[in-house]
């Protein structure tokens, strides 16, 4: 049996929770959250995405704090025939109720330098009430496990949780200088603190075995399982022992030429009636009807127990490892690490009305250390443990353009090198997950009611590259379309504030897989759905001429 606490894998909360690619977030101000186009911004909120923009920032100094509040809900739908109650559906909920976006600027002449400050990955903390598939198969698996070895049992509980939270938090220096009216160009980079905590318990794993053999409580009833197996590791323990005695006991009558009478007939031979019974009884263990114990010679007696010792203690050393594996899992462990994020940015105006941005960010290699705090009972984080968690490299494209001067369209293409990433967590293990690089596009649109509001609308749609090998209960990735309105609002010359909105809605995706059963391969069907709602609040300070 394998083990029922499995490693969790780092995709599970490490991963994009909201706009962005597999493992990076990508909205990062509330003028994002309502208009969902910001690449070729060219205000505050240029320093992420676009820095070489901030060169249009009128002298002075420019300051922005946002903050996102999000709730995601992650739902997995598994047909494995020994759940209790299949198809069964877990839940999971995300939740990120701070997520910043801080941004300053100063501008002078032709130089612009800033700094930045967000959640480029992770953001929040995943809570499983009822664990994950992965978790819950293992334990159903006693169930068709103790039926192959004549145990009834039809049901099994347990208590599973599991809480996972992750932030990669990136530091960010640019600096952006103007080369003429036209064009711009920025360099800077990213320190990325990675922080990601794993909380989880089974406990209370129970059984209803009808199996009194193994004691006068197990009748059906439901039991605690390492208590089941503990009995019967015991009781098996003791056939054994009995059954290789007695086979080796019987030798000595076998010898005198007694092997032929029926071992019903044993007293004849120097047996007693109580030797008699325990040897009926281990062969009634051993699976012989009344009818067969009742044809046993000594000499087919003594073959019986010969073969059945062996057996009775392979099975004790079976239901020891049950017993194991059955008992009360804790798991409390962090991983962290450090990376570096050189990015490059170029602004090009060709007319006074159009505004055209590229920025590339360069792969993050980035390498998370397992510290454990409590892995009682399972061994699942190994302390000193080193875990791959590099980002990819990222080519950010857009556009804004102003038909007429209170109306701004914006347009986004994102392009992730997923396929230079090595997603398995391990500079070991060799897994193909992507199939294509992953693409993110939109538009979006804003228009000025009146000298002081705006209102704008966006939609954001994402195409993922992944593979079946990347999809699981612990990860997955789908095609999302998320859709952002919001206003913007001048309370003073000096002060902007932006509330917007976003829904995001995911494909749904499936994976059918096997679950072993010992060698034998159980096809099980997976479903995988999530939804994601936020509201984003921006306040923007202007120190200076815009």
Do not use: C
Request: glycine share 12%; aromatic share 12%; proline share 4%.
């Amino acid at each position: 049996m394998r083990k029922l606490f499995t490693l969790f894998s780092v995709i599970l909360i490490t991963g994009s929770l909201f706009a962005g690619g597999l493992v990076t977030n990508n909205n990062h101000s509330a003028l994002f959250t309502r208009m969902q186009n910001r690449n070729a911004s060219t205000a505050i909120d240029a320093v992420f995405y676009n820095p070489a923009g901030l060169t249009k920032l009128g002298n002075g100094f420019f300051f922005s704090l946002n903050n996102q509040t999000i709730s995601q809900t992650q739902k997995i739908i598994n047909n494995y025939t020994f759940l209790s109650g299949t198809p069964k559906e877990y839940v999971g909920k995300v939740s990120a109720p701070i997520f910043p976006g801080v941004y300053a600027v100063f501008k002078t002449g032709k130089l612009a330098l800033s700094a930045g400050f967000n959640p480029v990955g992770g953001g929040g903390g995943a809570k499983w009430s009822k664990g994950l598939p992965s978790f819950e198969m293992q334990i159903a698996d006693l169930v068709p496990l103790l039926a192959s070895q004549g145990i009834p049992t039809d049901k099994y509980s347990a208590k599973i949780n599991f809480e996972g939270t992750s932030v990669y938090f990136g530091y960010q220096a640019n600096a952006s200088y103007e080369i003429n009216n036209m064009l711009s160009v920025a360099a800077g980079v990213r320190v990325v603190s990675a922080k990601n905590t794993y909380k989880g318990s089974m406990t209370d794993i129970s059984i209803n075995p009808d199996y009194p053999a193994f004691g006068e409580a197990y009748n059906g009833s439901m039991v605690p399982a390492k208590d089941f197996f503990t009995s019967g590791a015991g009781v098996l323990g003791q056939l054994a022992v009995g059954a290789s005695a007695f086979a080796t006991g019987l030798q000595p009558i076998i010898t005198a030429g007694y092997g032929t009478v029926l071992l019903s007939d044993g007293t004849n031979v120097g047996l007693s009636t109580q030797q008699i019974g325990q040897i009926q009884q281990i062969l009634g263990a051993a699976g012989l009807t009344p009818a067969q114990i009742g044809a046993q010679t000594i000499a087919s007696t003594q073959g019986v127990l010969s073969v059945a010792g062996p057996t009775f203690s392979g099975k004790a050393t079976a239901m020891t490892g049950y017993a194991a594996a059955t008992q009360d899992v804790f798991v409390d462990a962090q991983q962290t690490g450090i990376g570096y994020t050189p990015i490059l940015s170029v602004n090009f105006s060709p007319l006074e009305n159009l505004n055209i941005a590229l920025k590339y960010e360069f792969k993050t290699k980035l390498e998370l250390t397992t510290k454990v705090k409590d892995n009682k009972g399972g061994g699942v984080f190994v302390d000193g443990t080193k875990v791959t968690a590099d980002l990819p490299a990222i080519i950010f494209f857009g556009v804004e353009y102003k038909p007429i001067k209170k109306l701004t369209l914006a347009g986004t293409f994102n392009y992730y090198f997923d396929k230079d990433v090595d997603y398995d967590g391990s500079s070991l293990a060799d897994i193909n997950m992507i199939d294509n690089n992953f693409l993110e596009y939109g538009l979006g649109a804003e228009y000025a009611l009146t000298d002081n509001l705006r209102a704008s609308a966006g939609w954001l749609a994402t195409n993922t590259g992944v593979n079946d090998a990347y999809q699981s209960d612990m990860g997955y990735s789908t095609n999302t379309n998320s859709f952002g309105a919001g206003f913007g609002y001048r309370i003073t010359p000096l002060i902007d504030l932006n509330i917007g909105g976003q829904y995001t809605v995911y494909a749904s995706d499936s994976k059918t897989f096997n679950h072993f059963l010992g060698e034998n391969p159980v096809p099980v069907t997976e479903t995988y759905k999530k939804s994601t709602w936020l509201v984003g609040v921006g306040l923007d300070f202007y120190f200076g001429k815009k």
